[in-house]
């Protein structure tokens, strides 16, 4: 068996999420905790991959023996979020943790997954949003936010995603199915939250810059399909930097949490 | 004339608000950039003094030109929360600026203060709660939290407030006026709201941690009456931590804010 954790981290001190030659990364850390509280290397395997300086509210990762399938210990299931965290930065915390079938991987598995963007929309600064959100500092109007939730729209259903996805990918098959996207604003904050099959690679960002676009008056909502039909990066807006991008639901297949399940659909 | 700003900073970094000989203060930072705007060393006169790692989401001072009481600028008033915060590090931030008379005093003038203390409750730390208030992993139930919306409330009104002092003050008058007190919870987040005429030293914090106690059935609401009568700070519950605590408002007389005022009551 293998333990499920959901850990949650402020992205702002690391590489990302995988581990890379150059530069600590959360996976590292969650690696470093892994073998002081089971005492033996183990492997962790993430449900993806965020970069530099992105934050996740939930995040959801394998734990076992490396090179092995199996995990053994004798830490009651309930006492792993404590433990774990006891062994982690205060930036990366372990929330929870549940037994999982050897079947289960934590990436394929991935049904959906919700990514929220978070914008602070205000002309001066805030102590309190520094690295937690991307700050633009012209006000959008109700006008202007009427008409992002309009082209927010647009995005749900069956698409190819090429225009949104970064130069340089080496993804062929850009259909996904977005089955939410919604612009809402609470106080200065204008928050963008869109859930999908998979994403591709800066998707949310870019995504994100092109509502941006529409709020400014750059695009009309009315683009958006023909932006997303032509296939075409060049064409939607830019991506919007890191700070403001958060992993905050990743859903599994009932069947997958199972403990007795062993086959893959 | 002087100039009435209103700042919000994270005190994470700084030994308080007031400055000292040892360590940076969040008035030394004020000093520096008031020079830098204005061309000339500033007065800085701040409504409060916090302490080091407590925060403010609203916190006014006056500029005015050292060792005198009038400020000359040619930049217009509207322009000056963002020249100001051009030179502040991203901890601090300017947010308001108005004109006030040489008159108007940013500390004797206050009429009400009113504070947040942040406790987040939840058995795990949050990454995104560090520094940012106070963290109690033992769940607090509805129950507990009914009986601290009920001690909160009997500290409503005029009375000596020694036994919520810091010992070793040196203030003699201790009788203060709370207005409001009320404990909410949002989530895994329980609030305390407390607005009063004035504040005795380490009061707010005292306050809370005497409503934790009652949290934790250390102490009942009906306690709380005698605790206050007794004056006597070792009856009530600990000094909690700065890391939850918010300077939340800060309320002037209307006709302290008005230009033509000259007088002082």
Redesign the interface.
């Known amino acids: 068996m293998k333990i499920l954790i959901k850990i949650?981290?402020?992205g702002t001190a690391y590489c990302g999420y995988q581990v890379q030659p150059n530069g600590v990364t959360v996976q590292q850390r969650l690696n470093e905790a892994a073998e002081a509280v089971f005492g033996y290397p183990c492997d962790i395997v993430g449900c993806s991959r965020t970069d530099s300086g992105v934050?996740a509210?939930e995040f959801c990762a394998t734990v076992s023996k490396k090179s092995q399938e199996s995990l053994q210990t004798s830490i009651p299931i309930e006492r792993i979020?404590?433990a774990m965290?006891a062994h982690l930065p205060?930036?990366?915390?372990?929330?929870d943790a549940v037994w999982v079938s050897d079947a289960f991987h934590a990436r394929y598995d991935v049904k959906e997954k919700e990514y929220l963007y978070r914008i602070y929309n205000?002309?001066?600064?805030?102590?309190?949003e520094?690295r937690?959100s991307c700050h633009l500092p012209k006000h959008f109007s109700d006008r202007d936010l009427a008409r992002m939730q309009e082209a927010a729209k647009c995005f749900v259903g069956e698409h190819d995603f090429s225009s949104y996805m970064a130069q340089g990918s080496k993804i062929t098959d850009c259909i996904r199915t977005i089955t939410e996207s919604e612009v809402t604003r609470e106080g200065d904050v204008i928050l963008y939250r869109v859930r999908a099959n998979g994403f591709l690679y800066h998707m949310v960002r870019i995504l994100a810059g092109t509502l941006v676009a529409v709020g400014e008056g750059k695009l009309s909502p009315n683009d958006i399909p023909s932006v997303t039909e032509a296939r075409n990066r060049t064409l939607a807006g830019i991506t919007m930097p890191p700070e403001g991008l958060y992993l905050h639901r990743v859903i599994y297949p009932e069947h997958c949490l199972r403990l007795d399940w062993e086959g893959r659909s």
């Open positions: 949650a981290y402020d934050h509210l979020p404590l965290s205060t930036d990366i915390s372990v929330y205000r002309s001066v600064r805030s102590p309190f520094e937690r």
